[in-house]
């Protein structure tokens, strides 16, 4: 099979992941949960993991990177815990349903006032329009980084400074651009960094955290188990503490950690251009094949590695579908569950095919990729 769904999840892990899973599997106990040689390996890989990705993501503080099982999880903590009722956010329609659902319940339930920067046919969005909406009890922006259907790149820094005027927090969906493109939490001016850990940083599944800025403070979304101050009726409310209930998934942690080496010692900067060259190829293929329509913003050169795109006005899932059985491509089809996106496209009811490349991809199966378009749309 030709694997092309890496927006959803890399598939194709380095070696060193699998490994280092098995090796936690039979070696670690429960971190912050006892002073054995089991439970202080699983304490020293949880804490050397936050370092790294203190690192990568240039966060100032490795205390201030906290765990969750993904980047939906980490949103709705860092979302939950920063707005509060009567609070304006804004948003755009780049978001994927990790950012839109837990707002629009904060609408209903907190009385959170919601405006969302409109994006245009081609997905991009017109940064005056965060001047223009902003209120004096606008509480945060709140969006991606990337479109995980169009793979436009969201101008972070333009945004974070129009939110620092009007004292407002700026909190990032990471999902699709953590390990594969660059970001410099404190030059970005981001406050909140949400991540996931299996997709651009090739770790496993149930992996995933937030990043947060010195000074920013987050209520916990859940509250439990700790391994410190047990007889205390209240949560402990010290970083990483504060938002890690219960016990932590150290197995995948591991496996993150070692897949972080790997990201550090290649350089993000290099996994970009290789991604990017085989996205830049696959597009240039496709663009003129008559009857394909591709979505996104292909003019600048600073972009994610997916390619989203309809052959004329055959159901998405078909395609997809024929795309899997007759050539052995795994595509994404559907809604991406960005239904905002969708509509500012024109796609709600034919959806889209979404190719998205990892730099484990190869110039040949993207040739391959390109003659299957050719060939079903002819």
């Known amino acids: 099979m030709i694997y092309l769904d890496n927006a959803a999840t890399t598939l194709h892990k380095p070696p060193q992941v699998m490994e280092a899973v098995l090796h936690a599997m039979i070696t670690m106990g429960n971190a912050a949960r006892g002073a054995h040689g089991g439970a202080l390996e699983a304490s020293r890989t949880v804490f050397g993991t936050r370092e790294k990705l203190a ?45 839109l659902r837990p707002l629009y319940r904060l609408e209903e339930e907190r009385d959170v006032e919601l405006d969302f920067v409109p994006a245009d046919r081609q997905g991009r969005v017109d940064y005056s329009d965060f001047e223009r909406l902003m209120r004096p009890n606008t509480r945060a922006v709140v969006c991606t980084h990337c479109s995980n259907l ?94 890690e209930a219960g016990t932590l998934n150290s197995h995948g942690i591991a496996g993150l950690s070692a897949a972080l080496d790997v990201i550090l010692e290649r350089g993000v900067e290099d996994i970009q251009r290789a991604e990017h060259a085989l996205m830049q190829r696959f597009y240039e293929g496709v663009r003129d094949i008559p009857g394909i329509t591709v979505y996104g913003d ?66 040949q199966e993207v040739d391959a990729a390109i003659a299957a378009v050719r060939a079903i749309a002819e």
Request: hydrophobic letters at 35%; aromatic letters at 6%; glycine letters at 10%.
């Open 55 to 99: 690192r990568l993501f240039s966060c100032r503080r490795a205390d201030h990177v906290v765990f969750t099982a993904n980047s939906t999880e980490a949103l709705n903590i860092a979302i939950n815990g920063t707005i509060h009722r009567g609070d304006h956010v804004i948003s755009t329609d780049c978001e994927h349903n990790s950012v």
């Open 298 to 363: 292909f003019s600048v050169p600073e972009r994610c590695a997916i390619v989203a795109l309809n052959i004329r006005d055959y159901d998405s899932s078909a395609v997809s579908d024929e795309l899997t059985v007759t050539y052995g491509i795994a595509t994404r089809p559907g809604a991406h569950c960005a239904p905002r996106m969708h509509k500012a496209l024109g796609t709600t009811e034919q959806g889209a095919v979404r190719f998205s490349f990892s730099f484990y991809n190869t110039e």
């Open 150 to 243: 169009t793979g436009n790149i969201i101008d972070l820094e333009r945004i974070s400074d129009i939110a620092h005027r009007h004292g407002a927090l700026l909190l990032v969906d990471a999902s699709q651009t953590a390990g594969t493109v660059p970001i410099h939490m404190e030059a970005l001016g981001v406050d909140v960094l949400c991540f996931t850990g299996h997709k651009g940083l090739m770790g496993p599944q149930g992996t995933g955290g937030l990043c947060i800025r010195p000074g920013v403070e987050i209520a916990p979304w859940k509250v439990g188990g700790s391994g410190v101050h047990s007889y205390d009726r209240h949560h402990p409310m010290e970083y990483p503490t504060r938002l």
